[in-house]
Structure formats: C-alpha cells, structure tokens
C-alpha cells in the first residue's frame, strides 16, 4: 500500500517505538496522528520533527482504554484530512512482576493491563473500521509481543494480555477483509528507555548483555528496527494478513535462555 498522502494512526507514539514509526511514516509522506496519554512536550516534539519532513500532524491526547477518546481520535483524522489509511495500536502498559510471585498482582492489575493492551486495540479498530472501508483501503498492526508466544516478560498479565492481542488479530483478519489487513508484530526484548526505568539499570544492562550473546543474530529490537517490522505490513504486504512477525533476533529458537529472563 502506497501510503504518501494518506494518514496513520500511531497510538502511545510521544517515545519509543511509536515515535521512532511516526518518523518513518512522515519519511513515506504519511500525515500522521500523533497520540500520548501524559508526554505532551514528547509528542509535539515528534510532531515537529515529522512535519519537518513535510507532513502534517495531529496530536491528540487519549487514554485507549477509553471507548470515547478512541472514536474522538478517529473522528479529529477524519475532520482534518477525509480519510485513515492505517492504524497502529501501539499503546500498551505493564507492572513489573516476577511470575512466580502470584502475590504480586490482583484483579485490578489485570484490568488495567487489559483495558490499555487489549480493549483498547480493540476499540481503535472499531472507531477506524467504517471509514477505511469507505476508501477501500486499510492496514491495522498490532503491537503485541514476543511474550505472546514465548509465556515469558514483564508479568503475566502482560503476557496473557499479548496472547489475547494476537488472537484478536485473527479474529480480525478474517472479519475485516478484503478492505482491510490486520497483521501483528510481536517484538523481543526493545533496548530503550522504557525498559531500562521498568527493569532497573542493573537488571536491564544483565538482560541486554545476555540475550544479545544468545540470540542467533547477537541482537536485539530496537525502536527503530520494531518500526521497519510495522511499516512491512502497511506498505510492503498487501497480500498477507492475519499473520504475526516475530521482531527478536532469533531468541524464540534458544528455549534454554527463555527461561532465565
């Protein structure tokens, strides 16, 4: 799908691999909807840097997890440009916790999780669906993770929410076509900054130095290389839905280093 002149969605795109996609998009002349739920002074900064590039933005404010903000999202696209071409359900959240500590979340912590990493996946497609349809067009990616395939990352919640996202990709897939693709990415361990606040320097620095050694290709994702995986599947897959890539330099084939994450 050609996408120069039309517009994407990028939900939780003030830092990381939002951020690092929304550029790549303003590169491919894509208009893009900046969205953040706390960092403004981040997304008008990513703003400023895709509309040097010669796009529009739009930055807008919206917790996913709210039915409302998403419709709000997809009807302000649609009242400045007349169309959505893809969508990026990017947005999710975590709490950091040892799986065997069955203590260390409660009903709360898994809606939570779920409402952002789920539920609001679900409620992005829902409020662009009809008016990718009405072009004729569209591509939806699912962030999901590595976790969703693997049982293992930063608690269980995330990892079953993750394995729900990639299901609901399916669901998906076959429902919305032949107007619209829906395809995910499940991305491995992302050297960044929102890992290393969650895991902790020390641990984060450990896991970076180990599944580098271990992963077949002695790498690991980074922003930048998550959002070349995204930009497959809105540009270069026209043919290819329901399917889930796998962004984690070959660690989902050595299960002995899987389980010391």
Request: overall charge negative; proline content about 2%.
């Amino acid at each position: 799908m050609n996408i120069r002149g039309g517009v994407s969605i990028v939900t939780g795109s003030s830092s990381g691999v939002g951020a690092a996609l929304a550029l790549k998009l303003a590169d491919l002349g894509s208009n893009v909807v900046i969205n953040y739920s706390r960092s403004e002074a981040a997304a008008l900064e990513v703003a400023k840097q895709c509309e040097a590039k010669g796009v529009e933005t739009l930055v807008v404010k919206a917790n996913v997890a709210e039915d409302t903000a998403c419709r709000e999202m997809a009807d302000a696209a649609m009242e400045k440009w007349g169309r959505i071409d893809a969508l990026v359900n990017n947005a999710g959240t975590t709490k950091f916790v040892d799986h065997r500590d069955l203590d260390g979340l409660d009903a709360q912590d898994f809606q939570d999780i779920y409402a952002v990493n789920v539920i609001g996946a679900y409620q992005m497609t829902r409020a662009v669906v009809p008016h990718m349809r009405t072009t004729g067009r569209g591509s939806i990616v699912n962030v999901a993770s590595i976790a969703a395939v693997t049982g293992v990352g930063s608690c269980v919640a995330y990892t079953a929410s993750k394995g729900a996202l990639v299901t609901m990709t399916l669901s998906h897939a076959r429902a919305l076509g032949p107007e619209v693709r829906v395809n995910a990415v499940c991305p491995g361990f992302i050297a960044g900054e929102w890992l290393k606040q969650g895991l902790g320097e020390e641990t984060y620095n450990a896991q970076l130095e180990f599944l580098t050694a271990a992963a077949p290709l002695r790498t690991v994702a980074t922003p930048e290389t998550v959002a070349d995986g995204i930009l497959y599947f809105i540009t270069g897959a026209d043919i290819v839905t329901g399917e889930t890539l796998l962004l984690d330099g070959g660690i989902h084939l050595n299960t002995a280093p899987l389980g010391r994450r």
